[in-house]
């Protein structure tokens, strides 16, 4: 039963943008902290962003900051990963995650995250 979709991936110049979605049930993206992850083959997945089951953006990754953004929906059902200024050491796949733990809302490990997307490719080129 898929219960996390993920959508917006694609091949982007450096320097554009893409917007990933994540959609889910209220049950899931309203009681859960969300984050994004990425993983590019051969390496850890790696925690980008993360937001509280009230909504409130709560880690992003020092590599990120200023160019990422992390939201959700009035109706608790998507979340969003707006990337501005990619750039091509970000390819990789990007998964959502929702993880029932408070700690794991500040310090993202796949670990700590229990229900998982299939993943949306992300590719810039130079």
């Known amino acids: 039963q898929v219960q996390l979709v993920e959508s917006g991936g694609g091949s982007v110049q450096a320097g554009g943008s893409l917007r990933l979605s994540c959609a889910g049930s209220?049950?899931?993206?309203?009681?859960?902290?969300m984050a994004w992850f990425r993983q590019v083959p051969g390496k850890e997945r790696e925690g980008v962003a993360t937001?509280?089951?009230?909504?409130?953006?709560?880690y992003l990754h020092d590599s990120v900051k200023g160019r990422f953004t992390v939201s959700r929906d009035n109706a608790k059902t998507t979340v969003y990963l707006q990337m501005n200024s990619l750039r091509p050491e970000e390819s990789a796949t990007y998964y959502c995650?929702?993880?029932?733990?408070?700690?794991?809302?500040?310090?993202?490990?796949?670990?700590?995250?229990?229900?998982w997307g299939q993943g949306t490719q992300v590719t810039i080129s130079s």
């Open positions: 995650a929702a993880g029932r733990g408070y700690s794991g809302c500040f310090n993202p490990t796949p670990a700590a995250y229990t229900i």
């Open positions: 209220s049950d899931i993206l309203g009681h859960h902290c």
């Open positions: 937001i509280s089951p009230g909504g409130n953006p709560k």
